[in-house]
């Protein structure tokens, strides 16, 4: 009975901290700058953008991290190129844009 009682205080510690570990909030993080697509400027930018669908895209990174070109429409399929923190490409041979 001992036993039992143990093992199921385990259980619930262990869940307890897999819920915890699961609901707490991570760190937000954006690049610190400007990402200009096609004109458009994204201050502090994050995440997947989207680029032309037909024509190629103008891209220029004035932030502090690198974005990487998609060949994907979702940031998915391979990586085209990367455009370094301060550099514009045209075109930029991709579907979509990743900035961290």
Do not use: Q
Request: glycine fraction near 12%; hydrophobic fraction near 50%.
């Amino acid at each position: 009975m001992r036993g039992t009682r143990r093992a199921l205080r385990v259980l619930g510690a262990c869940a307890a901290a897999l819920a915890l570990a699961l609901t707490a909030p991570g760190t937000a993080h954006a690049a610190n700058g400007v990402l200009i697509i096609d004109g458009a400027r994204y201050i502090a930018p994050s995440g997947c953008h989207p680029l032309g669908d037909f024509v190629p895209s103008k891209v220029a990174n004035y932030t502090d991290e690198v974005a990487f070109v998609w060949s994907g429409s979702f940031c998915d399929g391979r990586v085209t190129a990367a455009v370094m923190p301060g550099r514009v490409v045209r075109p930029a041979p991709g579907r979509s844009l990743f900035i961290a």
